[in-house]
């Protein structure tokens, strides 16, 4: 694989060293022989990819098991983009760079009780994982960010340019009812306001990724058909004399695109976005100067060069 032309990642490297961490991770978490769990089987599929590749010292990854058509190969191909957006995005949030968050959750008392306690349950695990990512983004922002998971109090204290506030973080799924979302607030809102300051934020990530339409693509800031019922929602909320201890609510979601088809280049674009919606009557404001440092964002791009080799099949 080559993100463009001369220019080759070792891939073997590249992932080993993201699957020692994420396999630390759930260590910390109790969950080390947990096989059933969603980190675990990501990190067995990467796993498993990485065996049947064969990627090379030079970073090229043989893909002639994959299949023995351009179809089979374009298909593994997909797995594989979908692990290294993953990757990206870990990397960009809730592990930081090269696992840089990990130590300090390692350290913390209260985090591990936290991950121990909550995140081998199926029903709470994307809802941790979801707050574990908006966590790291913040912290990446500069921002001091304390996860606080009292009962009926919201998941974290951030400490603003102007003072403190607070976030409750959930993760739906974009198939919901759209009242899911309202409730979530509504929620956050009992929370934060039992708080000393009684402001803060609602942070909602979707949690399937959005396949770009052609339309997508060609305008960037075009709202998916399925995240703006989501919105809408969560717009009639702050647009009332409700749930004014919420005074910024965030929606995020990823778009996810495959370009081309083998053989020649083909390429991955994903994208994680955010919409934010402020409370026109707000108990008091964020303090923080800059609000769009509420609002994930990052941009994951990388192309695959797909080419005969001979009997070992295609080559990226």
């Known amino acids: 694989m080559t993100q463009e032309p001369g220019k080759a990642v070792n891939w073997r490297v590249a992932f080993e060293g993201y699957i020692r961490v994420v396999e630390k991770f759930l260590n910390i978490a109790g969950l080390r022989h947990a096989n059933d769990h969603p980190l675990a089987k990501s990190i067995a599929q990467l796993k498993h990819l990485l065996q049947i590749g064969v990627p090379t010292p030079d970073g090229m990854l043989h893909v002639g098991q994959f299949g023995p058509t351009p179809e089979a190969a374009l298909e593994a191909a997909r797995d594989f983009l979908a692990t290294f957006f993953r990757l990206g995005m870990d990397s960009m949030y809730w592990l930081g760079p090269q696992g840089r968050y990990i130590p300090e959750l390692e350290n913390d008392e209260k985090i591990k009780r936290f991950l ?46 102007n003072g403190a506030f607070h976030a409750e973080i959930k993760a739906i ?38 396949q770009m339409r052609g339309d997508m693509i060609a305008k960037p800031g075009l709202i998916p058909d399925e995240i703006k019922p989501i919105i809408q929602s969560v717009e009639g909320v702050m647009n009332s004399s409700n749930c004014k201890s919420v005074a910024e609510a965030v929606v995020s979601w990823d778009e996810f695109a495959v370009l081309g088809t083998p053989p020649g280049w083909v390429g991955l674009h994903a994208v994680r976005r955010s919409v934010r919606v402020s409370h026109r009557e707000a108990r008091a404001p964020i303090p923080h100067l800059k609000l769009a440092d509420l609002e994930p964002s990052a941009t994951v791009h990388n192309s695959m060069l797909f080419k005969p080799s001979g009997a070992s099949g295609s080559t990226v």
């Open 173 to 210: 799924h974009k198939g919901s009812n759209p009242d899911r979302a309202s409730k979530v607030i509504a929620k956050a809102n009992k929370q934060i306001k039992r708080t000393p300051e009684g402001v803060g934020i609602c942070a909602i990530l979707v949690l399937e990724t959005i």
């Open 116 to 161: 121990v306690t909550r995140l081998p349950d199926p029903e709470m695990c994307e809802d941790v994982l979801s707050e574990m990512s908006y966590r790291g983004y913040l912290k990446a922002r500069g921002l001091r960010v304390d996860l606080t998971e009292d009962d009926g109090m919201p998941d974290m204290k951030v400490w603003g340019s």
